[in-house]
């Protein structure tokens, strides 16, 4: 073994060994939080986070799993599983996808009374990297694959239309909030506001647009 390969090898099996303690997982999402703003959300993996963390990428996992959840929990929402809000979403007649789609954010954020909207969002608007990379995950993670999966024209300018209804939900229910709307329950939510987010995703937008 030449000596540059042992040496990777030595510094490969110490990042090894770090303690896995809560020092290790802080130092990971330190590490995270700075890979996501410079590179965007797209261009970072979990090797890279691991690389800048001064971890191996098997520790980041063992911590985050995959580099949703390391986003995710990047910005306090540990507990956040948007492949599996998406799917939920997704199961069922394609005619009701935008009522189940309201539904699963309005209860997804209701459990803990908005509390933990209210915080992360003013955190993230104020920070400019972070207001930039969170379009970003929702496109790539959340909004983006589901309307790719219905195979409509104009994904891109659904997939926005369909952020800014959700987004105007959660603003008005959590951080601004103007009753009934943020009294309601989530169902009678998903009813009033769900048929307005399956227009955007699957009927026919008015005026000329540009495919995406």
Request: proline residues 3%; negative net charge; without cysteine.
């Given at each position: 073994m030449t000596g540059g390969r042992?040496?990777?090898?030595?510094?490969?099996a110490r990042r090894g060994r770090r303690p896995a303690g809560?020092?290790?997982?802080?130092?990971?999402?330190?590490?995270?939080?700075?890979?996501?703003r410079e590179r965007g959300y797209e261009a970072a993996s979990v090797r890279s986070v691991a690389r800048r963390a001064g971890v191996d990428p098997g520790t980041v996992r063992h911590?985050?799993?995959?580099?949703?959840?390391?986003?995710?929990a990047s910005l306090g929402l540990a507990d956040v599983d948007p492949a599996t809000l998406v799917r939920e979403a997704a199961a069922g007649p394609v005619d009701g996808l935008g009522e189940r789609?309201?539904?699963?954010?309005?209860?997804?954020?209701d459990a803990d009374g908005g509390t933990t909207v209210r915080l992360v969002i003013p955190a993230v608007m104020t920070d400019p990297g972070l207001r930039g990379l969170l379009p970003q995950f929702l496109?790539?993670?959340i909004l983006g694959p589901l309307v790719q999966r219905l195979d409509?024209?104009?994904a891109r300018l659904r997939t926005a239309l369909v952020a800014s209804q959700v987004a105007?939900?959660?603003?008005?229910r959590f951080l601004v909030p103007i009753d009934p709307l943020?009294?309601?329950?989530?169902?009678?939510?998903?009813?009033?506001v769900g048929p307005t987010v399956q227009r955007y995703l699957t009927g026919d937008l008015p005026g000329r647009t540009q495919a995406g």
């Open positions: 042992a040496q990777d090898a030595v510094g490969v809560q020092d290790t997982r802080d130092v990971v999402l330190a590490g995270a939080r700075e890979e996501f911590w985050f799993g995959d580099k949703t959840h390391l986003f995710t789609l309201v539904r699963a954010v309005v209860e997804l954020w496109g790539a993670e409509v024209a104009d105007g939900v959660l603003m008005t943020a009294s309601l329950p989530p169902g009678r939510v998903a009813e009033l």
